[in-house]
Each structure stands twice: as structure tokens, then as C-alpha cells.
């Protein structure tokens, strides 16, 4: 790594391009990350008469079709050329979306959300390649920052919108809306700047299935560590091996492979032979502490805006439009954080603004747990949602910008691959496991609960499946216990307990979370500065195998 220096120093003598380019990239980021899915549960299981499960595992589908295949579409990209990836990668989910909207079963949902997500994995490592393409020094800083922003800005525009969609006209027309949004983008890709192809550039077939099979066992195993049981198998798990979860079998298997995958990766490079992805991205103590950060925002970040809805939404009992509405203030704070942040590059180091930034995260979400009532409009549960938002945000887009400068010229194409892959792996751990403790905190206290009180006998608890305990309304707990032989009065001290135990789990994993991000400050003390330069566009061919010339040996003397 050359010398770290602040951004302020980078000198940019080129003149000032136009932001078409940024605008193109940004809408197509909006359109990989527009939602409709969470608010159109209802009407699409109503439509297409299939649970709600089934919406979350198609979602979920094209979540993990894009994380396995993105280290590979990164060197596929470059190979076929980045504008044309860009273009498959817009096309192909619009296409997508249209199935979506004339869908007629669940089977449709699965097989468009594959096919989208395959092709994300092709677009989503072009939008850093382009933006080096067209943008240099600190106009480029800048084009980083507005492109993290594009997914927050994203998430609010599909909470409006989307929701709008789905309680007035139908919850289709959100994604035919999302169909013209590709179209629209697939029109004016032919505007940016033509990148060649690198067509003798060598995939590493191999080490992109290794990469591909790890991914995709990580994502099944932390996404399901809930509805299987993350040890001990529940009732839902598809298989079991002596009472034991499919999940830890699955986490094995991804730590083999992943061991295979760094093996093979290791030799190859050590043979200065291509890699479907180089380990010089984390080559450097830096810059795997930047990834820490990255990982563990992410993950931080993911889990509280899946907690935050289901507060809403459960505890409150808030519709899906209102849950949107009530959402809106945190996601445009991290919004406005990713386009300002890099005001502050002047004047703090990386590491200073992201240690200051997690503990304004943990303090943001010490306040939300000690706040957060039976009502969502007290200011300061609002003041902590636009604080975490602003000091997420800047997190984000300050750890992207530090990966890309810190990280070798020739692998843009690899580190925007490398941040799909992290925000998604960190995003879909950080749900998992969010839920899972939040779940485990709910049915201890309920347990402990009910067999301390006196209302409740012993013979309604021994009906009561206390492992395969969940969320519920109160409507939800009192037909859960009419099957069973409780009273009136038995069924009314249920229904307060877990209003209880609820909100009370719910304040403990934010409380956990607050703590995971305290302990983001020894990584980000570790954090490099800024580089110099700008990022590249393409990859280098590997260099060529170094001839050690050995000195003559002395001659023995007689």
C-alpha cells in the first residue's frame, strides 16, 4: 500500500464531469433495492393463495441467487464488458418483475426472483466500476457517497410508494412500476461511457463454484436459524440427525468450503494465476479492520430495521402503510448521511469518524431501548431513530469509500463485489440472529413467567409449546390458546404477560446490538486514510512469475 494521506490532499486536476452517469447509476441502484415484497404480503396471499412464508422464501431466493454468484460476476462483467453487464443486470430483473405482476402462482415468484437475483450479481459489481469509469478525485468521493445513499433512498421510496400501491389499486402495479423502472434504465445505459471488454481475461471456474457453494450455505443457514432451531431442531426443521438442526451441519459445511476456497485461491495466486477473486482486497490488517466495520454496521444496521417494523407492527399493531410512514424518518436520516459524510473527509480520519460513529449507533439504540413504549410518536424514540440513521449512514458509505481507496489499484471490480457480498451475508446474519435471541428472550420470560404466576395452571402451560414460541398479537394469543383448556381469566393474564415479555425482549436485542457496535470501535481504530488517486477501471493480468537470480557460489579453496 502506498502512503495513507487525507482526502483533502488529492489533487484533482481533471475537469468536472456531468452527473448523468451518477443519476443512471443511482436509479439503477433504486431499482435493486426497491422492496415491494413487505408491503404486499397480504394481497399476494390472497391472489396467489399461498402463505406468507412462501412470499418471505421467494424474497429470500433472489437474495441468496445474487450473493452466490457476485465474486463471479464481477470477472464476468469485465469479461463481456461492464456497460453490457450493467445493461443485463437492469433488464433481466425488469423482465422479472413483470412475471411477478402477472403471476398466477407461488412457482412464478420462486423462478422470477432466481433469475433476478442471478442477474444483480452482474450489475451490482458494474455500479463501482462505472462510477471509476466517470468520476475522478473528489468528485468521485462524492459519486461513492450518493451511491450508498441510492439504498436507503430506495427503501423510502418503496415504503411510500408500494404501500400506496397496495392498499388503494393492488400490490401488482408496484411491480409493474418497478418493470418501467428497469426499461428506463435499460434506455439510458446507452449514454454512459462504453468500457472495453477484457475478453482474454481467464475465470477461475472453479474457485467461483467454491466461493458460490460457501455463500450459498451461509445464507440458508443463518437465514432459516430461527424456523430450524440453531441447535436443537424444531418442528419445521425439513430434516434431523439425532434431534439435531439442519443449521450447524449447514455452518460446517460453509466453513470446509470456504477453507477449500482460500486454499485454492491462495495457490492460484501464489502461481500468479487468475482468482474469480483476490485476497489482496484483505491483504492488509487495515483493511480487514475496515471490513470488520463494514460487516458488523451492517449487521447492526440490517437486524434494527427488522426489529423496529416488527415493534411496530406487533406490539402496536400498526398497518403496513403506517409501519411505512413511521419508518420514514430513519431511512432518510441514513440518506442524508450518505451524501454529507464526505464534508467530514476534510477534516477526520476514517478511523475518528467511525469510532465516533458507533458510539453514536450504541448510544442511539440505548435511547430507543429505554424509550420505546405501547406508543411510537414520543419525540424521543423519533431523535433516536433520525441519530442512528444519520450516524448509520455515515458509517456505510465512510467504510465503502475506505475499502476502495486503501485496496490495489486494479481490483474495483473485486471490492464492489466484495461490498455486495458483505452487505448481504451481514445483512441476512444480522436478521437471523436478531431474531433468534429476540425469540429466545421472549419464550424464557414467558416461561418463567407463567409458571410464576398464580393464575395460570400447570396443566394450560403443559399445552403450551414454549420452543417454537414467536411474535404475536393479542388476537394472535388468544386463538392460539383457545384450543387449549384455559379459562377466561387463564387466557387475559396470558395475553398481559406477553405483552410484557415482548416489548421487554424487543429493549434487550437493541440493547445487545448497542453493544456489538461498542465493540466496532477496536476495528475502526484500525482503519487506513485515504489514498491517493483514483480508482481503477478493469483488471490487471497477473504478473508474471519473478526469476530469482542465486549469486555464484564462492569457489572451495585448496
Not at 445493461?87 to 422479472?96: D, S
Not at 461513492?144 to 430506495?154: H, K
Not at 480520519?349 to 467511525?354: D, F, G, H, K, R
Not at 441519530?387 to 490495489?408: E, K, M, Y
Amino acid at each position: 500500500m502506498s502512503k495513507n494521506v487525507s482526502l483533502s490532499n488529492v489533487v484533482d486536476n481533471e475537469t468536472r464531469a456531468g452527473w448523468l452517469p451518477l443519476i443512471i447509476v443511482m436509479l439503477c441502484q433504486i431499482q435493486l433495492s426497491f422492496n415491494a415484497f413487505n408491503v404486499s404480503i397480504t394481497g399476494i396471499t390472497q391472489d396467489l393463495n399461498i402463505p406468507a412464508t412462501s412470499v418471505g422464501t421467494a424474497l429470500t431466493t433472489g437474495t441468496f441467487a445474487m450473493a452466490s454468484f457476485i465474486l463471479l460476476g464481477a470477472k464476468l462483467g469485465a469479461k463481456i464488458g461492464i456497460r453490457r453487464a450493467f445493461q443485463i443486470g437492469v433488464l433481466v430483473p425488469a423482465l422479472a418483475a413483470l412475471i411477478i405482476a402477472l403471476a398466477r402462482n407461488g412457482t412464478m415468484l420462486f423462478v422470477a426472483q432466481a433469475f433476478s437475483g442471478a442477474s444483480v450479481a452482474l450489475s451490482a459489481p458494474a455500479l463501482t466500476v462505472l462510477i471509476a469509469a466517470n468520476y475522478k478525485g473528489r468528485q468521485q468521493a462524492q459519486a461513492i457517497g450518493f451511491l450508498a445513499s441510492a439504498i436507503p433512498l430506495a427503501q423510502v421510496i418503496s415504503l411510500i410508494i408500494a404501500g400506496y400501491l397496495a392498499t388503494t389499486v393492488g400490490w401488482r402495479w408496484s411491480f409493474v412500476l418497478l418493470a418501467v423502472l428497469g426499461a428506463l434504465n435499460f434506455a439510458l445505459s446507452w449514454r454512459l461511457k462504453p468500457i472495453a471488454p477484457q475478453r482474454d481475461l481467464v475465470i477461475d471456474w472453479r474457485g467461483a463454484l467454491l466461493s458460490s457453494v460457501t455463500v450459498l450455505l451461509i445464507s440458508i443457514g443463518f437465514s432459516f436459524l430461527n424456523t430450524w432451531g440453531p441447535l436443537l431442531a424444531t418442528s419445521n426443521a425439513p430434516f434431523t440427525l439425532l434431534g439435531l438442526s439442519p443449521v450447524p451441519f449447514l455452518l460446517v459445511l460453509a466453513v470446509i468450503f470456504a477453507q477449500a476456497f482460500l486454499s485454492w485461491t491462495r495457490r492460484r495466486m501464489a502461481e500468479n494465476k487468475p482468482v474469480v477473486f483476490s485476497l489482496k482486497v484483505l491483504d492488509t490488517p487495515q483493511e480487514r479492520a475496515t471490513v470488520a466495520c463494514m460487516a458488523l454496521m451492517l449487521f447492526v444496521g440490517t437486524g434494527t430495521s427488522f426489529l423496529l417494523p416488527l415493534y411496530m407492527q406487533v406490539v402496536q399493531g400498526m398497518t403496513g402503510i403506517a409501519t411505512s410512514f413511521s419508518i420514514i424518518p430513519y431511512t432518510l436520516s441514513i440518506f442524508i448521511a450518505n451524501t454529507l459524510v464526505v464534508r467530514l473527509y476534510d477534516r477526520f480520519s476514517p478511523s475518528q469518524i467511525a469510532r465516533v460513529g458507533f458510539v453514536v449507533v450504541a448510544a442511539a439504540l440505548t435511547l430507543l431501548a429505554f424509550a420505546i413504549r405501547n406508543e411510537w410518536s414520543q419525540p424521543v424514540v423519533v431523535l433516536g431513530l433520525i441519530t442512528l440513521g444519520l450516524a448509520q449512514g455515515c458509517i456505510v458509505a465512510l467504510v465503502f469509500n475506505t475499502l476502495l481507496s486503501a485496496s490495489p489499484k486494479e481490483l474495483a471490480g473485486d471490492v464492489g463485489a466484495w461490498r455486495g457480498l458483505t452487505h448481504n451475508i451481514s445483512g441476512s446474519v444480522g436478521i437471523a440472529v436478531s431474531t433468534a435471541i429476540a425469540v429466545a428472550l421472549l419464550g424464557g420470560m414467558l416461561q418463567r413467567e407463567a409458571v410464576a404466576s398464580p393464575v395460570i395452571s400447570q396443566e394450560v402451560i403443559d399445552q403450551v409449546n414454549f420452543d417454537n414460541v414467536n411474535f404475536l398479537t393479542n388476537g394472535q394469543v388468544e386463538q392460539a390458546l383457545g384450543g387449549t383448556s384455559a379459562t377466561a381469566d387463564e387466557v387475559a393474564k396470558a395475553v398481559a404477560i406477553n405483552e410484557v415479555a415482548r416489548l421487554r425482549s424487543l429493549k434487550m436485542t437493541l440493547l445487545l446490538l448497542a453493544g456489538m457496535s461498542l465493540l466496532a470501535i477496536i476495528p475502526a481504530g484500525h482503519m487506513p486514510g485515504f489514498q491517493s488517486g483514483d480508482l481503477p477501471v478493469g483488471y490487471q493480468p497477473p504478473e508474471p512469475p519473478r526469476t530469482v537470480k542465486r549469486a555464484p557460489k564462492p569457489a572451495k579453496s585448496r
